[in-house]
């Protein structure tokens, strides 16, 4: 069988605990389609695979290969994050963004700027945006399955996990997790969720640069969306900065007095 057609390789047919639901998977896609007024004979073509294979993707009767997923995602302009919603529940690694968030709200508006521009700067390092392309002239929509390897292994290691202990928990072989992190397979989209769950890490973050983050505000939800692009590690490194100069940047109301 192709993988690249959406169908679930041999060595990936093993038990897994928690099974991706594929009838809510088009529910939601279906969903998001029609609030964008985009027809599914459009998203087909925009994918370039058949319109009726949409359908049946959100009939619950197909499921997508990861390439065509990520084309999807493209073509719609919406985060992979936002459509494995329902299968992929990332939780805030810990409540310093609160904490954060609050200190922020209480800084004068030149250091809220300032703030702003550093974790701009972060996003940019830290989320390993692609900076060897002219972003204009960068193919969104398009699998680098090497960079999803180097992505994969990252985070792996960074957990301190084996491969075998990443099979096991996502019900294939740990020769197939070697193989992916190689760079020479993809996992079906199933086992791309199982990635992320085991992981504990945004399905955002593995496909790469598939979706472009703007800093817009220093707020609450400026500070937790940059999780989609980092990992855990990436991620405590931006609040231990963001924190400091918190802590030591003028608050409102204190450079008028002179502070």
Known sequence: MNNEKGFIMNDEKKENKEEFNQKEFGRQLREVRKELKVTSDRLGVACGVNPVFIRQIEAGARVPSVPV????CDSLQISPAYLLKSEVQIPVTDQGWEEMAEGLSQLSSVSQEMVKEVLYSLIENLGERDEKEDM????????????????????????QYTSQEVASNCGVSSVFIRQVELGERLPSLPVFVYLCRALQISPSYLLGNEVKVEVVECNWEELVHIQCDMTSKSQQIVKDVLMSLIRNLPKEGEEEKGV
Request: charged share 50%; no cysteine.
């Open 69 to 72: 997923f990520v084309k999807i």
């Open 136 to 159: 204009s002239e960068k193919k969104y929509g398009e699998m680098d399955h090497e960079e999803f390897g180097r992505r994969l292994k990252k985070v792996r290691q960074e957990m």
